[in-house]
C-alpha cells in the first residue's frame, strides 16, 4: 500500500523502542554516566524512580492500608531544548521519542540509529530481544457528539435497547503479524478534549516484534522496525474513514 501524507497528521507521539540483554549487572550509576555520552543532542537529564507499594492490611473502615518502598532509580530520561526529543534508558530498555509535530520516518529514523550505535558503543548489550514501533494518534473532532463509525472502522458496538451515550471508552485489539514476525497491540480510546465542543479519539497503533538472540549492531534491528512501520501505516489506513481523512488532510 502507498503511503499517504497528511498534513495534520494526528501523531501525538512517535516511539522506537529496543529491548536488550546485558552480562553485567544492572548500575544505574552507569546509566546515569550517559548523560555526558549524549550532551550533544539533549539538554536535560532527569533520573527515573520506581515505588513499590504493598497492601499491608485494612483500616477500621474497610480501607487498604498500604506501605511503600523507598524510592529506587532505575534509568535516565534526556530530553531536547524543545522537549519533542526524548530518550530513556532503564534496565534493558531503549526507548526514543519524537513528539508531536512529526516530521517523517525517515528523519525519525536517521535520528534514532546514531543513538542507539552510540548507545551500543558505550553500554555494551550483548544481544536485543524485542523492537518495536509505537504511534500515538490523537484526532481531535470538531463535535461534541459522534459516531464513532462515522470516522473508524474499529469501534465498539452498543446493544440496542440500552442507553447508547458513552462517557469513556478503551477498546483493545492484539492481532498476530505473522508474515512480518510481529503483533500488532491497537488501543482505541476516548480522551480528554483539547478544545471546546469537540472530541478527541486516541489511535495507538504499536507494532512488536520479538527479536532473540540479535546482535545489537545487526542491521536486522532497523529492517525489523522499517517493515512494522510500514505496517502501522495500512492499518491506520485502514481503521480510518474517508471523515476522518478529511480532518487530516
Known amino acids: 500500500m502507498p503511503t499517504r501524507y497528511y498534513n495534520n497528521a494526528p501523531i501525538a507521539e512517535a516511539i522506537i523502542n529496543i529491548q536488550f540483554r546485558q552480562i553485567d549487572p544492572f548500575n544505574c550509576a552507569t546509566i546515569r554516566a550517559l548523560d555526558k555520552v549524549f550532551v550533544d543532542k539533549f539538554t536535560t537529564s532527569t533520573p527515573i ?5 504493598n497492601v499491608i492490611g485494612l483500616e477500621p473502615s474497610g480501607v487498604p492500608s498500604a506501605a511503600s518502598t523507598m524510592p529506587s532509580e ?4 534526556l530530553s531536547n531544548l524543545n ?6 534508558i532503564q534496565r534493558g530498555n531503549f526507548a526514543f521519542s ?4 512529526y516530521s517523517s520516518w525517515g528523519e525519525f529514523r536517521a535520528e534514532a540509529k546514531p543513538l542507539w550505535d552510540k ?8 544481544e536485543v530481544t524485542r523492537c518495536s514501533v509505537r504511534f500515538i494518534n490523537k484526532i481531535s473532532i470538531p463535535h461534541p457528539s459522534i459516531e464513532l463509525h462515522d470516522y473508524f472502522h474499529l469501534y465498539p458496538k452498543i ?6 451515550d458513552v462517557n469513556g471508552m478503551l477498546l483493545q485489539l492484539q492481532m498476530p503479524q505473522s508474515d512480518i514476525s510481529s503483533t500488532a497491540v491497537i488501543n482505541l ?5 483539547e478544545l471546546p465542543n469537540h472530541m478527541t479519539v486516541v489511535l495507538d497503533i504499536d ?3 520479538e527479536q532473540p538472540n540479535l546482535a545489537p549492531s545487526s542491521a536486522d534491528i532497523w529492517a525489523t522496525l522499517d517493515k512494522a512501520r510500514n505496517r502501522k501505516n495500512e492499518l491506520f489506513e485502514s481503521f480510518i474513514t474517508d471523515e476522518t481523512r478529511k480532518l487530516i488532510a
Do not use: T
Open 207 to 209: 507494532l512488536v516484534a
Open 98 to 101: 519524537h513528539m508531536a509535530p
Open 189 to 193: 480510546a476516548l480522551a480528554q478534549p
Open 83 to 88: 522537549n519533542d526529543r526524548v530518550l530513556q
Open 159 to 164: 446493544p440496542k435497547g440500552i442507553s447508547q
Open 49 to 53: 524512580h520506581w515505588v513499590e507499594f
Open 74 to 77: 532505575i534509568g535516565i530520561r
Open 119 to 126: 548507545f551500543v558503543s558505550n553500554y555494551c548489550p550483548i
